[in-house]
């Protein structure tokens, strides 16, 4: 007997299938990651899996809740697949694993678990490292083919685990700044855009590498909007918006600001547009909600990257705008059935 | 062809009517004892008029409506009323309510009836006293009286919506009415027509139900019946929501609270109309209705069952298999567990499932809402579902109500798509009933309040009254003296007709007071009484010169006026 009182059916998709879709749907990311990169970022992943799982795993003992249960709703897995992928995969072990059980215990348990966090636990983690750890996460990898030297999967395994680089080889040989870091630093110095962008780190598109992970991720998105686990309000206002205001500024000076196309294909900004922005615990519920939502992080995003003092704004917007979800649901409610406008 | 419109959401859960739609409606078998309850319907219980001991034929008026929104009970066979007691009834509460215990005699003895060839004859008040005496309800589960749906002007409705969609999971009770009495069905639209004054009629039908689709419009063609259409609208449910079902056919949105007949529209189900004919047609008042037998039986099907027919009785007659826990009312969707399996059918009960572990497996354990907003999806009010719930969780009921609690039709759609199992329809039934619960007690307080304040202004007026009156006295009296002294008889003329007696009185003696006041000062002599001749004389003489002096004065004013 399915309980006491109507209905006493249910439709068979539980959260742990729909979350089971989301980290199915970063694969393709993830592929083309291992594929330019190598697998450390493998290494990240299982990092702050296992820590999200005994971390989430602690905390559920301590509040005396069951866990079981949530433990499999792979929501804990989730966060820990986002962070790991916006943190360097040569950062040191512990970079992944305080970042990881900070987003678990802080920003999402002591908030009251899961459903409850005002922030997207991901973010918060990352937030936490870049501004206590600014320098072990400017580390990325510079992709095949790139660097003078690259590292044995072995070798990559020694550096993170004890910072033993193999003797001759310095770090800034095998690591770089990210294509956006790069931009900025380099429009700092008076470059111009066209100029920097032959240098030998960005691609068609954006960065070389990191311009298909993206699209990896991209990829992935429409597969969950395909199988209406996401809806399309949000990527799509997102990536509308970042592409409107980057074309306009592109548009004036594009001496100055690159194309709309670059944005979208770098950083943060497809796995942000579909995986993070997307959260459903820390977005708006209403349609028209989502859309305001996603366009003010777009701009956030837009604003941060060229004006602001980081290269990307992702994490940031995404804080910033989750702080104004319970203001954006309250003001975005539908009218319901027979009192829309015009109706009696 | 029609343009139809759509609803906001809406879910597509396995319909499993196929196992009950292949066979024909069977007539079932008499039952060993009938339990009626007297209240089956939306509104006031019917008023018991038959005693224990009593024989009673099939169709006779056992419990007789008792108020404007009420309904009648029948005998649904011929046979001895064994008690009129509390029983258990089809309700999920298993509070008991006032039944009638009627023992079949076997002989199903009808009472006399007089079919009516011509209804057009008759008044529509004729009409809809005649559904009020036979007890004609929906059908559909809202049970409501339907006399009491059939008023209306000329011109204020266009469109009668017949309800054949069905929409709910398992029930094909509407499916093989539609299917096997379909042109008695046009004749009870025909009616509710004529008395609604509706220009058209249209039937609206699920299109899983082919066979009913195509039996009805075979009655359209053959009735002839002008302005009436069946018309096929998608599957999805709750499509066979009143209101759904009147967007999908009109474009027109009921909004809570707001009557459909002042848009224009009223909305019937099938089995009422075909109830409607059998009582104005047939004389036959509401006595049996179909009954889908479905679930964790061998051989599901639909029954023609009397009204008060214990379930497990019914039940008996698809073969049940063994592993039932228990008996729902109506479909998985809105249905409601039976508190007993020996409940009788009442006039709302559209179909029983036998439940069973196989068929409705116990739900995995609720998880937090991570706000998905799946519910909000396939809301069909347009609500959000989430925000509802939180509401309802925290007891905000406020926000709830801000939030439109009660334009949640309860259809259960948000629970099914709940990814996080959360039982949501319970949680808004509970916040509804709180605010009911608010609502009365704090119109009992406002009961209470108003009684005292009304006690406190009685006090404080009566108060004010008799000072009031104390110092009208006051002042009559005082007028009294004054006007005594000149003409004693005008004060108490004037005191006599118009005022009240107790005032009358209260002058009456301050009069006597006054009076007995002046005689004992009369006892004392003044100076100017008991004169002598002389001194009389005397003063005659200084008043005479007083005068005088008086007239002089009088002329020099009056040269003085002059100049």
């Given at each position: 007997m399915s309980g006491f009182f109507s209905p006493f059916i249910t439709k068979p998709v539980s959260v742990s299938q729909i979350m089971l879709h989301v980290l199915l749907a970063l694969i393709p990311g993830i592929a083309?990651?291992?594929?330019?990169?190598?697998?450390?970022i493998l290494v990240s992943l299982t990092l702050a899996s296992i820590t999200a799982l005994g971390v989430e795993a602690l905390m559920l003992k301590i509040q005396n809740k069951q866990i079981a249960p949530t433990l499999k709703d792979n929501t804990a897995l989730l966060t820990a697949w986002l962070l790991a992928l916006s943190i360097p995969p040569l950062a040191p072990w512990w970079l992944v694993v305080v970042g990881t059980a900070f987003a678990i215990s802080i920003s999402k348990h002591l908030y009251g678990g899961l459903g409850n966090n005002p922030f997207n636990p991901a973010m918060i983690g990352y937030a936490v490292l870049i501004i206590s750890f600014p320098v072990h996460m400017t580390h990325w990898l510079t992709p095949h083919g790139l660097g003078d030297v690259s590292l044995s999967f072995l070798e990559q395994l020694n550096y993170i685990f004890q910072g033993v680089l193999p003797d001759g080889i310095k770090l800034d040989a095998?690591?770089?700044?990210?294509?956006?870091?790069?931009?900025?630093?380099?429009?700092?110095?008076?470059?111009?855009?066209?100029?920097?962008?032959?240098?030998p780190i960005y691609g068609r598109l954006a960065g070389q590498g990191s311009e298909w992970v993206a699209a990896g991720f991209l990829l992935g998105g429409v597969y969950l909007i395909a199988q209406r686990i996401i809806s399309w309000h949000i990527p799509l206002a997102y990536l509308g918006t970042l592409f409107a205001v980057a074309g306009l500024f592109h548009l004036i000076d594009p001496a100055h600001y690159v194309t709309p196309v670059f944005h979208l294909f770098s950083g943060a900004a497809m796995l942000g547009a579909f995986f993070i922005l997307t959260d459903p615990v820390t977005s708006p519920t209403t349609p028209r909600g989502r859309l305001i939502f996603a366009a003010s992080a777009a701009l956030l995003t837009y604003l941060i990257r060229a004006f602001g003092g980081f290269p990307d704004g992702m994490a940031f917007a995404t804080l910033l705008m989750n702080i104004c979800v319970p203001l954006i649901d309250a003001y975005t409610q539908p009218k319901v059935f027979g009192k829309k406008k015009g109706q009696s | 062809m029609r343009t139809l419109y759509q609803f906001h959401g809406g879910i597509h859960p396995p319909t499993n009517k196929t196992q009950s739609n292949h066979t024909p409606i069977k007539q079932a078998s008499l039952p060993s004892k009938l339990v009626i309850p007297l209240h089956q319907h939306v509104g006031s219980s019917a008023k018991p008029i038959v005693e224990a001991g009593q024989r009673v034929l099939k169709g006779e008026l056992i419990g007789a409506p008792d108020g404007h929104l009420s309904s009648a009970v029948h005998a649904p066979t011929s046979g001895?009323?064994?008690?009129?007691?509390?029983?258990?009834?089809?309700?999920?509460?298993?509070?008991?309510?006032?039944?009638?215990?009627?023992?079949?005699?076997?002989?199903?003895e009808w009472i006399h009836r007089e079919p009516c060839d011509d209804w057009c004859a008759l008044s529509h008040t004729e009409l809809r006293h005649r559904l009020r005496q036979a007890g004609v309800v929906g059908l559909g589960g809202a049970v409501f009286p339907s006399d009491v749906k059939l008023y209306s002007h000329k011109h204020k409705i266009k469109t009668l919506v017949l309800n054949g969609a069905e929409c709910e999971p398992y029930i094909t009770c509407d499916d093989l009415l539609m299917r096997e009495r379909a042109t008695e069905i046009l004749q009870g639209a025909q009616?509710?027509?004529?008395?609604?004054?509706?220009?058209?009629?249209?039937?609206g039908i699920e299109d899983n139900k082919p066979e009913a689709i195509a039996a009805m419009r075979a009655a359209v063609t053959e009735g002839c019946h002008e302005r009436m259409e069946v018309v096929a609208v998608p599957t999805i449910y709750p499509g066979g929501g009143a209101k759904q079902l009147i967007r999908v056919l009109t474009g027109i949105e009921v909004a809570a609270g707001v009557r459909s007949t002042n848009l224009g529209v009223q909305c019937f189900n099938v089995a009422t109309a075909y109830s409607a004919w059998r009582a104005i047609g047939h004389s036959e008042p509401l006595i049996s209705r179909i009954v889908t037998i479905t679930g964790n039986v061998g051989h599901p099907q639909n029954f023609e069952a009397l009204i008060g027919t214990p379930m497990d009785e019914l039940v008996a007659q698809a073969q049940p298999l063994p592993?039932?826990?228990?008996?729902?009312?109506?479909?998985?969707?809105?249905?409601?567990?039976?508190?007993?399996?020996?409940?009788?059918?009442?006039?709302?009960?559209?179909?029983?499932?036998?439940?069973?572990k196989n068929l409705f497996p116990a739900p995995a354990p609720a998880l937090p809402c991570i706000r998905c907003t799946r519910c909000a999806e396939v809301c069909p009010s347009e609500l959000q579902p989430q925000e509802l719930y939180w509401f309802s969780k925290a007891k905000n009921l406020d926000k709830a109500e801000d939030y439109h609690l009660f334009d949640c039709i309860e259809c259960g759609a948000c629970s099914y798509v709940c990814p996080s199992n959360i039982p949501l329809v319970q949680?808004?039934?509970?916040?509804?009933?709180?605010?009911?619960?608010?609502?009365?007690?704090?119109?009992?307080?406002?009961?209470?309040?108003?009684?005292?304040?009304?006690?406190?202004?009685?006090?404080?007026?009566?108060?004010?009254?008799?000072?009031?009156?104390?110092?009208?006295?006051?002042?009559?009296?005082?007028?009294?003296?004054?006007?005594?002294?000149?003409?004693?008889?005008?004060?108490?003329?004037?005191?006599?007709?118009?005022?009240?007696?107790?005032?009358?009185?209260?002058?009456?003696?301050?009069?006597?007071?006054?009076?007995?006041?002046?005689?004992?000062?009369?006892?004392?002599?003044?100076?100017?009484?008991?004169?002598?001749?002389?001194?009389?004389?005397?003063?005659?003489?200084?008043?005479?010169?007083?005068?005088?002096?008086?007239?002089?004065?009088?002329?020099?004013?009056?040269?003085?006026?002059?100049?």
């Amino acid at each position: 007997m399915s309980g006491f009182f109507s209905p006493f059916i249910t439709k068979p998709v539980s959260v742990s299938q729909i979350m089971l879709h989301v980290l199915l749907a970063l694969i393709p990311g993830i592929a083309l990651y291992v594929w330019f990169f190598g697998p450390a970022i493998l290494v990240s992943l299982t990092l702050a899996s296992i820590t999200a799982l005994g971390v989430e795993a602690l905390m559920l003992k301590i509040q005396n809740k069951q866990i079981a249960p949530t433990l499999k709703d792979n929501t804990a897995l989730l966060t820990a697949w986002l962070l790991a992928l916006s943190i360097p995969p040569l950062a040191p072990w512990w970079l992944v694993v305080v970042g990881t059980a900070f987003a678990i215990s802080i920003s999402k348990h002591l908030y009251g678990g899961l459903g409850n966090n005002p922030f997207n636990p991901a973010m918060i983690g990352y937030a936490v490292l870049i501004i206590s750890f600014p320098v072990h996460m400017t580390h990325w990898l510079t992709p095949h083919g790139l660097g003078d030297v690259s590292l044995s999967f072995l070798e990559q395994l020694n550096y993170i685990f004890q910072g033993v680089l193999p003797d001759g080889i310095k770090l800034d040989a095998i690591t770089m700044a990210t294509p956006l870091d790069t931009l900025k630093t380099q429009l700092h110095l008076n470059g111009h855009v066209q100029e920097i962008l032959d240098m030998p780190i960005y691609g068609r598109l954006a960065g070389q590498g990191s311009e298909w992970v993206a699209a990896g991720f991209l990829l992935g998105g429409v597969y969950l909007i395909a199988q209406r686990i996401i809806s399309w309000h949000i990527p799509l206002a997102y990536l509308g918006t970042l592409f409107a205001v980057a074309g306009l500024f592109h548009l004036i000076d594009p001496a100055h600001y690159v194309t709309p196309v670059f944005h979208l294909f770098s950083g943060a900004a497809m796995l942000g547009a579909f995986f993070i922005l997307t959260d459903p615990v820390t977005s708006p519920t209403t349609p028209r909600g989502r859309l305001i939502f996603a366009a003010s992080a777009a701009l956030l995003t837009y604003l941060i990257r060229a004006f602001g003092g980081f290269p990307d704004g992702m994490a940031f917007a995404t804080l910033l705008m989750n702080i104004c979800v319970p203001l954006i649901d309250a003001y975005t409610q539908p009218k319901v059935f027979g009192k829309k406008k015009g109706q009696s | 062809m029609r343009t139809l419109y759509q609803f906001h959401g809406g879910i597509h859960p396995p319909t499993n009517k196929t196992q009950s739609n292949h066979t024909p409606i069977k007539q079932a078998s008499l039952p060993s004892k009938l339990v009626i309850p007297l209240h089956q319907h939306v509104g006031s219980s019917a008023k018991p008029i038959v005693e224990a001991g009593q024989r009673v034929l099939k169709g006779e008026l056992i419990g007789a409506p008792d108020g404007h929104l009420s309904s009648a009970v029948h005998a649904p066979t011929s046979g001895t009323i064994s008690a009129i007691d509390m029983q258990i009834v089809a309700h999920p509460s298993g509070i008991p309510d006032l039944c009638i215990t009627l023992i079949p005699d076997g002989l199903d003895e009808w009472i006399h009836r007089e079919p009516c060839d011509d209804w057009c004859a008759l008044s529509h008040t004729e009409l809809r006293h005649r559904l009020r005496q036979a007890g004609v309800v929906g059908l559909g589960g809202a049970v409501f009286p339907s006399d009491v749906k059939l008023y209306s002007h000329k011109h204020k409705i266009k469109t009668l919506v017949l309800n054949g969609a069905e929409c709910e999971p398992y029930i094909t009770c509407d499916d093989l009415l539609m299917r096997e009495r379909a042109t008695e069905i046009l004749q009870g639209a025909q009616i509710m027509r004529a008395l609604l004054y509706a220009e058209e009629v249209l039937i609206g039908i699920e299109d899983n139900k082919p066979e009913a689709i195509a039996a009805m419009r075979a009655a359209v063609t053959e009735g002839c019946h002008e302005r009436m259409e069946v018309v096929a609208v998608p599957t999805i449910y709750p499509g066979g929501g009143a209101k759904q079902l009147i967007r999908v056919l009109t474009g027109i949105e009921v909004a809570a609270g707001v009557r459909s007949t002042n848009l224009g529209v009223q909305c019937f189900n099938v089995a009422t109309a075909y109830s409607a004919w059998r009582a104005i047609g047939h004389s036959e008042p509401l006595i049996s209705r179909i009954v889908t037998i479905t679930g964790n039986v061998g051989h599901p099907q639909n029954f023609e069952a009397l009204i008060g027919t214990p379930m497990d009785e019914l039940v008996a007659q698809a073969q049940p298999l063994p592993g039932t826990t228990g008996y729902i009312m109506g479909g998985p969707m809105m249905g409601v567990l039976m508190p007993s399996m020996q409940v009788g059918v009442i006039k709302a009960t559209n179909c029983i499932i036998a439940a069973a572990k196989n068929l409705f497996p116990a739900p995995a354990p609720a998880l937090p809402c991570i706000r998905c907003t799946r519910c909000a999806e396939v809301c069909p009010s347009e609500l959000q579902p989430q925000e509802l719930y939180w509401f309802s969780k925290a007891k905000n009921l406020d926000k709830a109500e801000d939030y439109h609690l009660f334009d949640c039709i309860e259809c259960g759609a948000c629970s099914y798509v709940c990814p996080s199992n959360i039982p949501l329809v319970q949680y808004y039934r509970f916040a509804k009933s709180e605010i009911w619960a608010q609502e009365a007690s704090q119109k009992a307080a406002d009961a209470a309040r108003e009684r005292h304040e009304f006690r406190e202004s009685r006090i404080e007026r009566e108060k004010r009254e008799k000072a009031e009156k104390l110092a009208a006295k006051e002042k009559a009296a005082i007028e009294a003296r004054a006007l005594r002294a000149e003409t004693p008889q005008a004060v108490v003329s004037s005191a006599r007709p118009d005022a009240d007696p107790e005032n009358t009185m209260q002058l009456k003696i301050q009069l006597a007071i006054d009076h007995a006041k002046e005689q004992a000062a009369a006892i004392k002599p003044k100076n100017t009484e008991q004169l002598t001749p002389q001194q009389l004389a005397e003063i005659a003489d200084i008043e005479a010169r007083r005068a005088r002096v008086r007239e002089i004065a009088k002329d020099v004013t009056h040269i003085d006026g002059h100049s």
